[in-house]
Each structure stands twice: as structure tokens, then as C-alpha cells.
């Protein structure tokens, strides 16, 4: 197993730096995204953004080096095809996407990564929620209500965090990161310069004092939701938590991806595939009009059949049916609206 590293100066100040090679950094001039290359390399554009407004430099290797990576599996031919059928693959988008998106070649990029180990224990106390029937006296009768009645409860977790992944460049969108976020981290390697031959690598621009601050706010969330699980019923109030962490370690890595950008109307979208499983994910245009057109579709039929049915509420009752029915299918359709609408959003904001 690869080695872990604990938090202290020593270690800090004491690592490797640079990449054990000569490189060149490229630094982009309108995302302000910087990559170090190998030395022959003559790339002009950027990985993130696709922007040509690039600047080459020499490497100052002033970085702590990566101590593992996991190298490439999947071949760079292959990410054309995976994005072109990702691409092609929702309704929501625009027609002929795939085949419009001018989508330029992906880039094979090692990116920055921390991983964390910790132990975590967790102790917590909340007002606990239970439904109790109770009989009251009213109107000279006896009746019946429900009531809840709150009790104290309190309980202790410990939760063993294991490779908590956090990325380590800036530049990159962590929500798309973590959709392709099925790295094997088994498969780590030593690091050595010669895996980086010929590809394109990044340094940490998120340190690890700031990462292993978002790490502990992920570990936080795992750790309440695992208290609030123990309590007997889910009405919680006053929920308090008391969390604290041992055995705390880091490692930096590197990890494979492929990244690319296309235009499609003016705009630049971003697309990131898994070197190692061929995972996709991106951003997405999503075409508006042909959503609308597709919800009325299918808020129409409960829209009128709940019509039909108040214009015939005389007939014999036959309307005040149609009128529910109609009420009732209007309400699915507006939960899939909801759902679509949802989908559809997250693609656009990717």
C-alpha cells in the first residue's frame, strides 16, 4: 500500500520538490491556468479553457513533489468516441450536437490530489420525535389525537475515513471531478519523472492546509449523518455533535484525465474524462426551447382533462370526476417537470 504521510513540519519541509526533470510551465492568459510540460513539448493551447493565449516558461520546480500516481489505461482515441456518444446522449441538448460541438483533442493531464486518513469519533445528543395517540375530553366525548412527545437521546459514533479525495488544482471544476470520481487508488505507483514523458502534468494550487480543511468538512457531514441515523425516529431538534480527529494522514498524488474543451454557439463547455475507467462527465448545452415544448407535452393531458371535467360537472357527476383525475395527473406531470428541470440545470451549471 502506498505510504501515507502524518501532519507535521518535518515531513512538510522535508519532501521532495519539483518534478525530478526539466520541464517547461505553460501559463494561460485567459484562465490563468498553469501546467507544467516536458521540455520538447510545442503545445499552444490550453487544457482548461482551449484558449490559444498561452506563454511558455521555464519550470522553477519550487512544488513538493508527488510521492504516487496512478498512470493512464484508457488510450486517447478512445476519448473521442466516449464524448461524442456522452454528447449525443441526452434529449435536452441541442440536435446534432455531437456532430456540431467543434470538440478539440483531449489533452492526457495528470492532475494534483490530496488524499486523507482519519480516525473519527463522534459523540452526539439531540430531542429525539415519537408519535404517542392520546385520549382528550371534548363536546361531552371522548377523542383520540396524535401528539409527539420529545425525548432526549444521545449516542456515540466512530467512523474510520479512508482515502478522502480532494483535487488539488484550482482551475478545474471540483463538481465535474467528482462525478468521474472512480479513481482505483490501488493502483498507485511510486512516482518517478517517466511517466510524465510526453504528457502534461499540474502542481497543487490548493494547498494542503486549505484541503485537509475541506476534507474535515466532508468527514463533519459523514459523521452527522451517521449520529442521526442512530436515533430512533428522524425528528431530530437540538442535535449537537462533538467530533474529534486522530491518526490524521495525507498523501499528495497525482491522477489521471483527460480533459478538452469544445465551443458550441460562442461558448466554451468543458469535458474531463477518467484516464484510468473512461468515466465522463461535463458541461452540457441544453436547449430550452425543446424543453418547454416537451413539459407542456406533459403537463397538457391533466391540464385538459381537468377542462373537459369542470365543463362537465352538470352531467351527472361524470365532470367532478374527470375533474379530479385531471387534478391528479396534473400534479405527477408537475413532479416530472420538477425532476427534468432539475437534470436539466445541473447540465447547463455543470
Given at each position: 500500500?502506498?505510504?501515507?504521510l ?38 499552444h ?24 500516481l ?10 473521442q ?12 441538448t ?47 366525548e ?171 360537472i ?12 385531471g ?24
Amino acid at each position: 500500500r502506498a505510504d501515507e504521510l502524518e501532519f507535521t513540519p518535518e515531513v512538510l519541509s522535508t519532501d521532495n520538490q519539483g518534478w525530478g526533470e526539466e520541464r517547461k510551465e505553460l501559463a494561460c492568459g485567459q484562465c490563468g491556468g498553469v501546467v507544467s510540460v516536458s521540455k520538447e513539448d510545442l503545445s499552444h493551447t490550453c487544457p482548461f479553457c482551449g484558449s490559444n493565449k498561452v506563454v511558455h516558461k521555464l519550470d522553477q520546480q519550487e512544488s513538493l513533489r508527488p510521492r504516487f500516481l496512478a498512470p493512464f489505461k484508457i488510450l486517447t482515441e478512445n476519448c473521442q468516441k466516449i464524448a461524442m456518444q456522452w454528447l449525443s446522449s441526452s434529449w435536452m441538448t441541442p440536435s446534432g450536437l455531437a456532430q456540431i460541438a467543434k470538440l478539440q483533442r483531449f489533452s492526457a493531464i495528470y492532475l494534483p490530489f490530496w488524499t486523507f486518513d482519519a480516525l473519527n469519533t463522534a459523540a452526539w445528543k439531540a430531542e429525539v420525535g415519537h408519535s404517542q395517540t392520546e385520549r382528550y375530553y371534548q363536546d361531552g366525548e371522548w377523542k383520540e389525537r396524535t401528539v409527539t412527545v420529545w425525548k432526549w437521546e444521545s449516542g456515540n459514533v466512530q467512523l474510520h475515513e479512508d482515502d478522502l479525495l480532494i483535487p488539488g488544482s484550482l482551475q478545474v471544476s471540483h463538481g465535474i471531478l467528482k462525478r468521474i470520481n472512480n479513481f482505483d487508488l490501488n493502483a498507485l505507483v511510486p512516482y518517478d519523472a517517466k511517466y510524465l514523458a510526453g504528457l502534461q502534468a499540474q502542481s497543487f494550487t490548493l494547498n494542503v492546509e486549505k484541503a485537509w480543511e475541506m476534507a474535515r468538512q466532508e468527514m463533519r457531514k459523514k459523521a452527522r449523518q451517521a449520529c442521526m441515523a442512530q436515533a430512533s425516529t428522524q425528528r431530530i431538534r437540538n442535535f449537537r455533535m462533538d467530533l474529534d480527529f486522530a491518526d490524521e494522514s495525507w498523501r499528495y498524488i497525482l491522477l489521471p484525465v483527460y480533459i478538452s474543451a469544445y465551443l458550441f454557439q460562442g461558448k466554451t463547455y468543458q469535458v474531463m474524462v477518467n484516464g484510468q475507467s473512461g468515466a465522463i462527465a461535463g458541461q452540457r448545452p441544453v436547449d430550452w426551447t425543446k424543453f418547454w415544448l416537451v413539459m407542456a407535452a406533459i403537463l397538457s393531458p391533466g391540464v385538459l382533462l381537468g377542462l373537459l371535467g369542470l365543463i362537465t360537472i352538470p352531467l351527472a357527476g361524470i365532470g367532478t370526476v374527470l375533474a379530479i383525475a385531471g387534478f391528479v395527473l396534473f400534479i405527477i406531470a408537475l413532479v416530472i417537470v420538477f425532476t427534468f428541470f432539475n437534470q436539466a440545470q445541473a447540465m447547463d451549471d455543470a
